[in-house]
Nanobody, 129 residues
């Protein structure tokens, strides 16, 4: 099993920034990708960003269309953490943000939430106008 713990959520004004972190523990050696998804009330779970690695220090990042240019994803393989830097936040970014990890995800499927095997509890991000 892999355990994921998110941190860094909170309340911020529009235009502000937040940094989310996800720490993985347990059998992290089985995972090859991690991602961030978000879900607002009454809406479907949405892909925000993801990363798939090909070795401890080689990875590709993928960003969702709705946050492109504002959010970036990074990974620290030695610490088994993935971070999501969120800049220029908008009220529509308000949601619960979930970290997820997968053991068999191809790059073409990294945006699909049903491809992920492990999920964190989520952290609330609220952007006020």
């Amino acid at each position: 099993q892999v355990q994921l713990v998110e941190s860094g959520g909170g309340l911020v004004q529009a235009g502000g920034s937040l940094r989310l972190s996800c720490a993985a523990s347990g059998r992290t050696s089985v995972t090859i990708a991690m991602g961030w998804f978000r879900q607002a009330p009454g809406k479907e779970r949405e892909f925000v960003a993801g990363t798939r690695w090909y070795g401890e220090n080689t990875y590709n990042g993928y960003i969702g269309d709705s946050v492109k240019g504002r959010f970036t994803i990074s990974r620290d393989g030695a610490k088994n953490t993935v971070s999501l830097q969120m800049n220029s936040l908008k009220p529509e970014d308000t949601a619960v943000y979930y970290c997820a990890a997968g053991a068999q995800i191809s790059a073409v499927n990294i945006r699909r939430h049903d491809e992920y095997d492990y999920w964190g509890q989520g952290t609330q991000v609220t952007v006020s106008s």
